[in-house]
């Protein structure tokens, strides 16, 4: 089977999906995304994306249109719990770009789910299906055969050289095809809230993300000026039976943090009662791939997002598999070099995710020793400590890429 012959099925047209619908469609091969929404994801909060991940959505073509709709902040503010000015501030901004090739931005998920899905659009080989309502996927010795059901009530029955599940944290996919585990509640909870650019103004600075710890909690907050919003996302732990009960508390009950924290007394009275709520699960599972069926991004390895790289770890996901599944001679083997290239990487993120939540919401004493390092490491410390995570290139430039039947539409914009 040529390159440009290869058909492949991916389940959700989240990150990941689209990201390696998009790195497919650039080698040539005919891509079908199902998709269990209506339409391409409209609502959510901030995203973080480091260096790492944008150098592959740079070479995916998406440059000006991120930068149109992104930040890119000064820096990171880090503020232990009753302090009124930050410890260290860590250098973002020209210190990431020199450093690492590419800007460290933040910006709303929605407008990075649109650059995507228009960039998908423009893409004749990319075919994305709004509203499926279910799918089977059966693997055999010459690819898998998928029948899916469509919005329209019609059925679909296809064979493919391979399905990937990026059917997110609760895939599918994982669970229905493969028959990997269920995701594991973390015992954590997010909430998240974007609210106008001056709700924050004079508590933390308007050009830099902000990083609030305190003893089980901690908060991330930054600005979202295409938006004229600032984001600000609050994690704190939550016993399960509250977390996915019927009647959900509808703002962090946090009060004795606003005694000593400025900064979280003003986040709590600005949010009041318009948080969003998320329970955090995880998924850890030997299982990723099976046959010509695999797992990318939060299917195959959702993490806390103690490091902001879970989304991240989705698009490097498909930069790495993309050329795998166009140049190995079969799925199986595609899918398995992915797996055994990825395994290591996502491991080390995953632990240094765990390891943050551990460091941000230490109590006193231990706090001092915390404090200590992180000021002795000073602004540049953490891109060396994190050269390993933010300077890797998943993404090498492919040489002698197939042109590609586009649409006549060229602007992403
Ligand atoms: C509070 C919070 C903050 C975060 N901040 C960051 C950050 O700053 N940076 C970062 O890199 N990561 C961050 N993350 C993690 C990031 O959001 C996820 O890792 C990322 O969204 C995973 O992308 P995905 O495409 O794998 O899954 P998803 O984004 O969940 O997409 C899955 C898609 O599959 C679809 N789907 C599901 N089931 C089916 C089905 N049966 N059939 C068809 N379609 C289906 C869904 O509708 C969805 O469109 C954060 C997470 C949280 C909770």
Not at 118 to 127: M, S, V, Y
Not at 334 to 356: I, T
Request: some cysteine; overall charge positive.
């Amino acid at each position: 089977m040529s390159g440009n012959g290869r058909t492949v099925y991916i389940a959700g047209a989240g990150i990941a999906g689209m990201t390696l619908a998009l790195a497919l469609a650039k080698f040539g091969a005919t891509v079908v995304v199902l998709e269990r929404r209506e339409r391409v994801q409209e609502v959510g909060a901030g995203l973080q994306l480091s260096p790492n991940a944008r150098k592959i959505l740079n070479r995916l073509g998406l440059d000006r249109a991120l930068a149109a709709r992104s930040f890119e902040p000064e820096g990171i503010d880090i503020y232990p719990y009753g302090f009124d000015r930050p410890l260290v501030t860590l250098e973002l901004g020209k210190a990431v770009e020199q450093t690492f090739g590419a800007p460290y931005a933040v910006m709303h998920r929605a407008d990075l789910a649109n650059v995507l899905y228009k960039a998908c659009k423009r893409f004749a080989n990319i075919d994305i299906l709004f509203g499926v309502r279910s799918y089977d996927v059966v693997s055999h010795a010459r690819g898998v055969s998928v029948t899916v059901d469509e919005a329209d009530g019609k059925s679909r029955a296809a064979r493919a050289f391979a399905f990937i599940g990026a059917d997110g944290v609760n895939s599918l996919t994982r669970t229905g095809v493969l028959m990997g585990p269920e995701a594991v509640y973390s015992g954590s909870v997010a909430w998240r809230v974007t609210l106008e650019e001056a709700a924050l103004a004079g508590v933390v600075a308007a050009d830099r993300t902000s990083l609030l710890w305190a003893p089980g909690f901690h908060a991330v907050t930054y600005p979202l000026p295409f938006r004229k919003q600032v984001n600000i996302a609050l994690f704190a732990k939550a016993k399960a039976d509250k977390a996915f009960g019927e009647d959900p508390p509808r703002a962090p009950d946090l009060p004795w943090a606003m005694k000593k924290s400025q900064q979280f007394a003003a986040i709590l009275a600005a949010a009041g009662d318009s948080w969003g709520y998320w329970p955090l699960s995880t998924v850890t599972t030997e299982v990723w791939t099976e046959g010509g069926v695999g797992l990318v991004g939060d299917a195959a390895h959702a993490m806390m997002p103690f490091q902001a790289q879970g989304a991240v770890m989705a698009i490097e996901d498909a930069a790495i598999l993309a050329p795998l599944l166009m140049t190995e001679a079969d799925a199986e083997s595609a899918l398995g070099r992915y797996a055994s290239l990825r395994r290591p990487r996502v491991e080390r993120v995953r632990k240094l995710s765990d390891f943050n939540g551990f460091a941000f919401h230490l109590e006193w004493p231990f706090t001092l020793g915390r404090n200590a390092v992180v000021k002795l490491q000073g602004p540049r410390g953490h891109l060396r400590r994190l050269s390993w995570l933010y300077g890797y290139d998943a993404a090498p430039d492919p040489a002698g890429v197939p042109p590609v039947p586009r649409r006549p539409r060229q602007d992403v914009h």
